[in-house]
Every structure is written in C-alpha cells, then in structure tokens.
C-alpha cells in the first residue's frame, strides 16, 4: 500500500483496482461522498455484524475502538492517495453489484462521457446503454465470461467504443475486476475503470496505415529491384564479410548455396578494364571513405557477359570507413536499348538535354555539341550557353515560348535559328517536357533538339514557289486548276469564280462529274479520262462565262506524274482565244485577199483577151451579116471567149469561199485538182511554168472543197512562184492510193528547200518571198486547214526536187457512195 | 498612101479581129502571134505603128520592144490593168481594146503621111 501511496500520478489502473479491491465498502462510500444515499445502505455493515463483533468482543472493545480508529486513519489516508492517483490517472471508476443492477460511477467517469454529477443514475443500465452496437454482443459476452464463473478467473481487460453525451462515441479501456463472489462462484461485486483511449485509438489507425503503406513500399520495392534487377550489397570492414541481397544473387546468376561472395572473387568476374576500375574505386573507398558509382562489364557465374552499375556509399565511425554499402544492378537491357536509342537519335541528328530551372544548368549529349557547333570543353553548362546561340530575330520568341512552357502555358515545341562558329545560321527544332514538383513548380525539362535547316529552307522555297505559282496562276488570262489522280479538284485559281462563278470552297475536293452539266460532263469525260491516264490534251471549245459572256478558248490539259511514276493527276489551262480567233479569221480573210489580188492581174489580163475577143467579133457581126463562114467564125470565137471567162470565173467563186460553211463531203482528189487547174494555169501560163498533172487515183478524201482546193492553189501557186525565175520551170501535181491514204505531190523544178527552212515552213508570217509579195500565211493556214482535216503535210527530204506531200485519210468503200 | 499596122498578140482570134477590122486599101495590117517572127518582119518591112501584146510566150511586150526600132511609134496592148506605159510606148490600150482608139492612131497617121 505505502509503495502505491508513493506513486501518486503514476499510479496505474491496476494499482488503482488493487487499491478498490482492498477497500471496506463503508470508507469507500464516506470517500466518495458524491455518490448518492441508496448506494450507502450497501456500504455501511449491518447492525447484526456490528452487535455480533460487539457481542464477542465485549472485553477488546476499547482495544477494537482504538485499533479501528487507527484502521480508519490508516484508510484514509489510502483513500486520500486514491484520490491522487485517480486525479492523476484521469480515468473512471465504477462499482456494479450484478445483483440488483446498482452502480457507483466515479465523478471522473461522469465527467469522462461529458456529464454533470447528478444527471446519472446509479444504474449498470447509464454504462451498457452507451456501447456501440457492434460492440454490445462481445462486450457482455466478455463480461458474462468472468462474472459467472471464477474458472475464467477475475479479471477482464477490453476495448471497446461508446458513446458520450454529444452523442460521439470514445474508445475505452475498460479493466474489470471481480471483487466478491457468492456461494456459487458468480460475481456479486464488480469494480472496474474506464480509460479515454480515443486518441490512441486514432494514432493506431494511423500508425496501422502508415505500417501498412510501408509494408506495401517494401513490397514494391522488392518487386521493382527484382524487375529492375537493382540488387544491394553490403561489405562490412570490421567483420570483413562481404553480403549479397537475393538480387545481386540472381544477378550473378548463382545463389548463397552455391557462392560465397568475398571481395576477391567478385573482383575476378569483372572484365579487365572493369576489374581496374572497380579495384581503385574499392580502394580509394575503403581507404579514404570515397564512395563511388560505375557502369560496368562483368561476367555472370555462368559465364554470361553482362552490363551492371554499381554505387557505394561509406559508413564512416570516427572518420574512419567501417561499412560499405551499395547497389549492384544489371543494366544490359538498358544499355542495349541505350546503344539502340543513340545509334537511332544519332543517326536522326536528334539532340537530348536536359535544363535544371531550379539552379540554371544545362546537361547536352554529344550530338547537342555537334548540332550546335560548340566543343564539349567550351560549354558551360549553363542556360546562357543556349542562349547565347540564339540570333537576334530569335532570340526574344525561343526564350518566350521557353518561359511559356515553365508556366505551363503551352509545350514547348517550337524552331529557333542559331549562330555558328563554322557552319553559318542554322534553324533549330525544339521540343521539351517540364517535370514538376507536387505543388506544381517545374523541377526540370527534358528536350530534345534537331537540326531543320534544309527542311526550313526548303518549306520558305516551297512557300515561295507556292506564292509565286499562285500569283502566276490568278493572273493568268484563263482559270488554272488542278486535279488529283481521282480527278477531284485540289487547286482554283481566282479567275475560275469569274469564269464558272464559283468559290474554290464550292470547288475543291469535288470532280468533274459533280460540277459539270451532264451534258457538259459527257462531252468532257473522253478528255478527263485521257488526262487522268496521263496524255497531255489540248482542244478547243466555244464557252459561256458565268456572266454571259461567248468565249472561244483553248483548254490545255497537262498530266503530272507522282512519286510512283503513275499519273497523278493532271493541271488544266484555259486559254481564252477568242480575240485570237476573230484575228485568225481576220488573216485568213486577209490572206485570201492577199493571194486574190496577187493572182487578179493575170485573171484581169485573162479575162480581157477573152472580153477583147467577144468585144472585137461582135463589133464585125454586121460587117460580116452576109458572110456566113465569117459570121459563124466570129459568134463561135464570141461563144469560145465566153467559155473560158465563165471558166475562170468560176474557179474565183470556188477561191474565194469564205470558208464558214464547214460542209464536209466525199470528193474525188483528181476532181478536185481538175477544178482549179483553170486558176493555177492563169497562173502558170503567164510565168511560163510548165503544169504537169499525174492522177494516179480515183480515191476520195472525206474534206470541205472549198477548203482544199485553197490549199492545193495555195501549194502549187508557191511551187510557180519558186521556179518562175528559175531557168527550168516545171511542177508536178501527182496523186496516187497507197492503200491506206490518199496521197498528194507537188514537185517542182526547185532543188529543195534548206533544213533550217523547212522547219519554219509551217510557222505563221515566214516567207521567203521578197517583201510585199507574200504574207507568210499561206502555209499556215493551209496546215491548219489539213490539221482539221486530220491530213498532214510535209516536205519530203529526200526528194531531188523540191515536193510537198499532203496525206489524206482515204474514205472507206462502204462510205464512198 | 497606105498605113501598115503591125499587130502582135499571141491570142489568135484576136489577130483575125485585128485584121477583119481594120484591113481595107489604105491599111496594110500584118497580125503575128509569134514575137520573133514579128521582130524579123519589122526589120525586113518596117511597119508605121505597131501594137504589141504585153504578156506573150516566153516574153512580154516591154522586152520585145526593146529590141525594135526606137523610131517606130509603139502601142502596148493589155488585158493586165496594173500594167503602166513602159519607157518607148506611146500609150497603153486596155483591153478589151477600144477600137475607135485605134482608128484614131491609124487616121493620125494617114494624116502624117499626107502632110509629109
């Protein structure tokens, strides 16, 4: 008891219910003097154990009087050190008689479940109506356990939860003890105390969590040193015991049964330049306390070469190495894969940094150096080193987009231009990422930088080219377009909306089929489909503009193959050549007139000896009235005259076709030439030209005659002209059938005409007539007009002579009706 | 005193024209289509006028003249209207030929021969 009164505020529960225990239920009762009336009948001892203690001890009294004073005194001062205790302990107190149910409840305890003294009442009912429903069964389960029995023995330690006058519930730790029991061994007094351990409860939750969360790190770090093959080492000084984790076990491909690692023989496994390394590391850690970490080269136990890092921390104990501590780990995949990577970012020119924002440092690989063009010994590693690269038009932008991407306002991906020291400005690729810390500042940015000089030029050439192309196309005189290889539109120029009034947005990416009439599309699908396999077309069409307006052009369709060599695609240009056409129809006008007034002096002088004839007989009609012979000489020479006019005459109707009317009918090619012989002998006969004609073939050409004989008079009027001054002056009109087309000659008693002539000999306005006598267009618009007539006409090279050879499609026999 | 006409053309009905129409007593007309019998009858028998054709075989009128008597008065007769009187001819005459042009010639001449 002394040795408890002693302890004061270290008394613990046990104490205190020892203490209970030993109490008389009297000066408990009188020391509680809280605890209300009914409670004290229980306390006090009965009249007939006081008369009975009187009764036996008559003669002891005063002794007794004496000793229970003393006793008293005694408790009291036991109870006053209780009170100390409990003061101290803060916990509860409780006496229950399982009896009738009464309770004493301690001032603490009232307090502890945040009530007034008095608004109990002394019940077991105030204590079990309080515990947690989850709790109710176990805790009088628990409780039954040792009340109804004393095989269980006395005493009964739970925790529990229940609930105080807020309405919270607290956790309890709740001691029992049995103090007295009846004849049948079940309780009839129980004490107990009730302990607040909500916050002990809280912190185990808490320190269960946190144990948990640990637990599960170690797991993973297990597992993850497993799969990231880190195994640990541990290398003890004092003891000179070298130790392995599994890991570095199943590194060395060998287990603690197997291999006992000392230092010497892991040493022997490495390769030589390896064992070199690590052997001065060793020393200069186990010597002077320098820790180290080193990629290198090993063998495994079973002999298979490897890749491993391997780190060392030292332990130091009076500054002297007692421990060496590391990590061992195999890095071959990730050296592998490493190689790979570099030989892959080195051959794509691909740089790696990475940019501490923290302290400014800059880390470049190797080929950083190179695309920047610096030596590794003069970078310093600093942000400005990048910095200073940068030129001014770059400068302000690169650095912006930088700190945009550090205040996490966009990636950073971007392309700036550098100085360098040899190989001139260069324009850069940049791209990053920023790591940041849990409250979101940037820690660091990875990046990587390619060098997009060509690609930058070439995309400012294809800018270029595109402008260029664009300004060139929307000011041609016509629309520009293009195609794709499934003819839909990829490109309008702006003269399109004018032409066919609409936008390129209601153009592009639609084909013909979808923006053309249908009857418009049939008619130009033959020429698309031509284009799209990859024939250059040209034709020509007349064409309504969206705004009325009558056009004549040209549409020149020109295929451009793709990377694969097929057609893909084609670029359409429309030539507008209506002012072009009106001007041709003008020269071919002009032209006849030309040829017309060049030839009416010989027709005049051809018409008027006739006239002179008709004029001269018919003034000698009456002279002659009675000289018949006479008379019908001169009406036969006045009939012949007439003839030979109405001849010529009729060769100028045939000349003079305006050409307009484009009828096309068979004619037989001899016919044709009998025709305009009368014409061309006016001709040949006032130059003394010898016309020879050789028609060899009835053949017939499909033509307009009009159109024809202009050519053939146009053809063999330039034969006379070049042979008229010529000392042998002949030509020759020859036809015949080589089975496949009617072929026509003109030969003349030239010698040829030069290569560099014949080649210009189609071209409008060349002539090698002298100034005034020819307008160069004969042969122009003759081959023109064969063109129409899908007929060619050439100069045959190889002639003595000089021949033009014209070739017609012969008209088959079933059409030559 | 007779007039004698040289006429050289190479259209035939026109020489027989020429001659129906103005030979008589007093005019003597000799019609040639070939010009180089033409030039030898004018030196074996020179004529008072002559009247040449300007287109001719192998020839024009200009040059035939050329190689006549410079004295003897010249006509070119023509069907070509672009044709102007060349150097050694008294005048150009159009055809179809306006006869009373020539009777006019041929009276002149008379009339020359008569006051001579």
């Given at each position: 008891?002394?040795?408890?009164?002693?302890?004061?505020?270290?008394?613990?529960?046990?104490?205190?219910?020892?203490?209970?225990?030993?109490?008389?239920?009297?000066?408990?009762?009188?020391?509680?003097?809280?605890?209300?009336?009914?409670?004290?009948?229980?306390?006090?001892?009965?009249?007939?154990?006081?008369?009975?203690?009187?009764?036996?001890?008559?003669?002891?009294?005063?002794?007794?009087?004496?000793?229970?004073?003393?006793?008293?005194?005694?408790?009291?001062?036991?109870?006053?050190?209780?009170?100390?205790?409990?003061?101290?302990?803060?916990?509860?107190?409780?006496?229950?008689?399982?009896?009738?149910?009464?309770?004493?409840?301690?001032?603490?305890?009232?307090?502890?479940?945040?009530?007034?003294?008095?608004?109990?009442?002394?019940?077991?009912?105030?204590?079990?109506?309080?515990?947690?429903?989850?709790?109710?069964?176990?805790?009088?389960?628990?409780?039954?356990?040792?009340?109804?029995?004393?095989?269980?023995?006395?005493?009964?330690?739970?925790?529990?939860?229940?609930?105080?006058?807020?309405?919270?519930?607290?956790?309890?730790?709740?001691?029992?003890?049995?103090?007295?029991?009846?004849?049948?061994?079940?309780?009839?007094?129980?004490?107990?105390?009730?302990?607040?351990?909500?916050?002990?409860?809280?912190?185990?939750?808490?320190?269960?969590?946190?144990?948990?969360?640990?637990?599960?790190?170690?797991?993973?770090?297990?597992?993850?040193?497993?799969?990231?093959?880190?195994?640990?080492?541990?290398?003890?000084?004092?003891?000179?015991?070298?130790?392995?984790?599994?890991?570095?076990?199943?590194?060395?491909?060998?287990?603690?049964?197997?291999?006992?690692?000392?230092?010497?023989?892991?040493?022997?496994?490495?390769?030589?330049?390896?064992?070199?390394?690590?052997?001065?590391?060793?020393?200069?850690?186990?010597?002077?306390?320098?820790?180290?970490?080193?990629?290198?080269?090993?063998?495994?136990?079973?002999?298979?070469?490897?890749?491993?890092?391997?780190?060392?921390?030292?332990?130091?104990?009076?500054?002297?190495?007692?421990?060496?501590?590391?990590?061992?780990?195999?890095?071959?995949?990730?050296?592998?894969?490493?190689?790979?990577?570099?030989?892959?970012?080195?051959?794509?020119?691909?740089?790696?940094?990475?940019?501490?924002?923290?302290?400014?440092?800059?880390?470049?690989?190797?080929?950083?150096?190179?695309?920047?063009?610096?030596?590794?010994?003069?970078?310093?590693?600093?942000?400005?080193?990048?910095?200073?690269?940068?030129?001014?038009?770059?400068?302000?932008?690169?650095?912006?987009?930088?700190?945009?991407?550090?205040?996490?306002?966009?990636?950073?991906?971007?392309?700036?231009?550098?100085?360098?020291?040899?190989?001139?400005?260069?324009?850069?690729?940049?791209?990053?990422?920023?790591?940041?810390?849990?409250?979101?500042?940037?820690?660091?940015?990875?990046?990587?930088?390619?060098?997009?000089?060509?690609?930058?030029?070439?995309?400012?050439?294809?800018?270029?080219?595109?402008?260029?192309?664009?300004?060139?196309?929307?000011?041609?005189?016509?629309?520009?377009?293009?195609?794709?290889?499934?003819?839909?539109?990829?490109?309008?120029?702006?003269?399109?909306?004018?032409?066919?009034?609409?936008?390129?947005?209601?153009?592009?990416?639609?084909?013909?089929?979808?923006?053309?009439?249908?009857?418009?599309?049939?008619?130009?699908?033959?020429?698309?489909?031509?284009?799209?396999?990859?024939?250059?077309?040209?034709?020509?069409?007349?064409?309504?503009?969206?705004?009325?307006?009558?056009?004549?052009?040209?549409?020149?369709?020109?295929?451009?193959?793709?990377?694969?060599?097929?057609?893909?695609?084609?670029?359409?240009?429309?030539?507008?050549?209506?002012?072009?056409?009106?001007?041709e129809?003008?020269l071919i006008h002009r032209s006849k007139l030309a040829s017309l007034g060049e030839m009416?002096?010989?027709?005049?002088?051809?018409?008027?000896?006739?006239?002179?004839?008709?004029?001269?007989?018919?003034?000698?009609?009456?002279?002659?009235?009675?000289?018949?012979?006479?008379?019908?000489?001169?009406?036969?020479?006045?009939?012949?005259?007439?003839?030979?006019?109405?001849?010529?005459?009729?060769?100028?109707?045939?000349f003079s076709?305006?050409g307009?009317?484009?009828?096309?009918?068979?004619?037989?090619?001899?016919?044709?030439?009998?025709?305009i012989?009368?014409l061309i002998?006016?001709k040949?006969?006032?130059?003394?030209?010898?016309?020879?004609?050789?028609?060899?073939?009835?053949?017939?050409?499909?033509?307009?005659?009009i159109e024809i004989e202009q050519v053939l008079i146009n053809l063999i009027s330039n034969a006379i002209d070049a042979?008229?001054?010529?000392?042998?002056?002949?030509v020759?009109?020859?036809?015949?059938?080589?089975?496949?087309?009617?072929?026509?000659?003109v030969?003349d008693?030239?010698?040829?005409i030069?290569?560099?002539i014949r080649?210009k000999l189609f071209d409008p306005f060349f002539t090698t007539k002298p100034t005034g006598e020819g307008t160069g267009l004969g042969l122009s618009i003759s081959k023109g007009i064969l063109d129409?007539?899908?007929?060619?006409i050439?100069v045959?090279?190889?002639?003595?002579?000089t021949?033009f050879?014209i070739?017609?499609?012969?008209?088959?026999?079933?059409?030559?009706? | 005193?007779?007039?004698?006409?040289?006429?050289?053309?190479?259209?035939?009905?026109?020489?027989?024209?020429?001659?129906?129409?103005?030979?008589?007593?007093?005019?003597?007309?000799?019609?040639?289509?070939?010009?180089?019998?033409?030039?030898?009858?004018?030196?074996?028998?020179?004529?008072?006028?002559?009247?040449?054709?300007?287109?001719?075989?192998?020839?024009?009128?200009?040059?035939?003249?050329?190689?006549?008597?410079?004295?003897?008065?010249?006509?070119?007769?023509?069907?070509?209207?672009?044709?102007?009187?060349?150097?050694?001819?008294?005048?150009?005459?159009?055809?179809?030929?306006?006869?009373?042009?020539?009777?006019?010639?041929?009276?002149?001449?008379?009339?020359?021969?008569?006051?001579?």
């Amino acid at each position: 008891m002394s040795t408890n009164s002693n302890k004061k505020s270290e008394a613990t529960m046990d104490d205190v219910l020892a203490l209970i225990s030993d109490l008389k239920v009297g000066s408990f009762s009188k020391q509680l003097n809280q605890t209300p009336d009914p409670k004290l009948k229980d306390l006090v001892y009965s009249r007939n154990d006081v008369t009975k203690i009187l009764a036996a001890q008559t003669a002891q009294a005063e002794i007794d009087i004496t000793e229970r004073k003393n006793a008293e005194k005694e408790k009291e001062t036991i109870l006053k050190r209780l009170n100390y205790a409990l003061d101290a302990s803060g916990d509860g107190i409780w006496d229950w008689t399982p009896a009738d149910g009464q309770t004493v409840y301690s001032k603490a305890w009232i307090e502890m479940i945040g009530h007034e003294v008095g608004e109990l009442a002394c019940l077991a009912s105030e204590w079990s109506d309080r515990l947690h429903p989850d709790d109710i069964e176990w805790v009088f389960a628990a409780i039954n356990k040792v009340t109804q029995t004393p095989q269980n023995g006395d005493t009964l330690s739970h925790e529990y939860r229940f609930k105080n006058k807020a309405g919270d519930y607290l956790w309890i730790l709740n001691k029992v003890k049995v103090v007295e029991r009846n004849e049948k061994g079940e309780a009839s007094r129980v004490v107990g105390t009730h302990t607040d351990i909500t916050e002990r409860k809280a912190s185990e939750k808490l320190l269960s969590e946190i144990e948990e969360r640990v637990r599960r790190s170690n797991q993973l770090l297990e597992s993850s040193q497993a799969i990231a093959r880190v195994g640990g080492w541990e290398l003890d000084l004092t003891a000179e015991k070298l130790y392995w984790t599994a890991e570095t076990y199943r590194i060395h491909e060998t287990s603690p049964e197997e291999f006992n690692p000392t230092v010497d023989a892991g040493l022997d496994y490495f390769l030589p330049e390896s064992k070199r390394q690590i052997s001065e590391a060793l020393e200069l850690a186990m010597t002077k306390g320098v820790g180290y970490d080193l990629y290198l080269e090993t063998y495994t136990t079973k002999g298979r070469k490897i890749n491993v890092r391997t780190t060392c921390a030292v332990t130091l104990v009076d500054e002297k190495p007692t421990k060496l501590t590391g990590i061992f780990q195999d890095i071959t995949e990730l050296t592998r894969l490493q190689d790979e990577n570099r030989f892959i970012l080195d051959g794509l020119g691909i740089g790696l940094w990475k940019f501490n924002p923290v302290d400014q440092s800059l880390f470049w690989d190797q080929s950083m150096y190179q695309l920047f063009d610096i030596k590794e010994s003069d970078f310093s590693g600093h942000y400005q080193a990048w910095e200073r690269t940068l030129t001014p038009e770059s400068k302000a932008k690169a650095i912006e987009e930088l700190g945009q991407a550090m205040r996490g306002e966009k990636e950073f991906d971007t392309v700036f231009e550098i100085n360098t020291n040899t190989r001139g400005n260069r324009f850069i690729s940049g791209r990053g990422k920023v790591i940041r810390d849990k409250n979101g500042n940037p820690t660091i940015m990875y990046g990587m930088n390619t060098d997009v000089t060509m690609a930058r030029i070439q995309e400012l050439q294809v800018i270029a080219l595109k402008n260029q192309l664009e300004l060139i196309s929307d000011n041609m005189p016509g629309p520009v377009s293009q195609v794709d290889r499934h003819g839909r539109y990829i490109y309008v120029s702006k003269m399109y909306f004018e032409y066919f009034g609409k936008t390129p947005e209601q153009i592009l990416g639609k084909t013909h089929r979808e923006l053309l009439s249908s009857n418009v599309f049939l008619q130009a699908e033959p020429n698309i489909k031509r284009a799209l396999s990859g024939e250059r077309v040209h034709h020509e069409m007349p064409l309504v503009t969206a705004g009325g307006k009558k056009l004549f052009v040209q549409i020149n369709m020109i295929p451009f193959l793709g990377q694969d060599g097929k057609p893909d695609g084609f670029i359409t240009v429309v030539h507008d050549i209506t002012a072009l056409k009106e001007a041709e129809a003008k020269l071919i006008h002009r032209s006849k007139l030309a040829s017309l007034g060049e030839m009416s002096a010989g027709i005049a002088h051809e018409i008027n000896n006739p006239l002179a004839i008709i004029d001269g007989s018919a003034s000698l009609l009456l002279k002659f009235a009675n000289d018949p012979e006479k008379l019908n000489s001169k009406v036969q020479s006045i009939r012949m005259a007439v003839t030979r006019i109405s001849k010529i005459v009729s060769g100028l109707k045939k000349f003079s076709g305006s050409g307009e009317k484009t009828v096309y009918t068979n004619q037989s090619i001899s016919g044709l030439l009998n025709d305009i012989l009368t014409l061309i002998e006016v001709k040949s006969g006032r130059e003394n030209v010898a016309i020879k004609l050789e028609t060899k073939t009835n053949a017939q050409i499909f033509c307009n005659s009009i159109e024809i004989e202009q050519v053939l008079i146009n053809l063999i009027s330039n034969a006379i002209d070049a042979v008229k001054s010529l000392p042998e002056k002949w030509v020759n009109v020859a036809t015949h059938d080589d089975g496949k087309s009617v072929v026509l000659r003109v030969t003349d008693s030239g010698t040829g005409i030069p290569k560099n002539i014949r080649e210009k000999l189609f071209d409008p306005f060349f002539t090698t007539k002298p100034t005034g006598e020819g307008t160069g267009l004969g042969l122009s618009i003759s081959k023109g007009i064969l063109d129409e007539h899908k007929a060619s006409i050439s100069v045959l090279a190889n002639s003595p002579n000089t021949c033009f050879e014209i070739r017609f499609n012969k008209v088959e026999v079933a059409n030559a009706s | 005193m007779q007039v004698k006409i040289f006429f050289l053309d190479d259209e035939p009905d026109l020489c027989e024209i020429f001659l129906d129409e103005f030979s008589s007593e007093v005019i003597q007309v000799s019609a040639f289509t070939d010009p180089k019998v033409a030039i030898a009858e004018v030196f074996s028998c020179p004529p008072d006028v002559i009247f040449i054709d300007y287109r001719l075989p192998n020839t024009t009128g200009d040059l035939v003249a050329n190689n006549l008597p410079p004295h003897i008065p010249k006509y070119l007769v023509t069907g070509d209207s672009l044709v102007s009187a060349p150097k050694g001819f008294e005048a150009v005459l159009a055809k179809p030929i306006d006869m009373e042009k020539i009777w006019n010639i041929i009276k002149g001449l008379q009339m020359k021969k008569k006051s001579a």
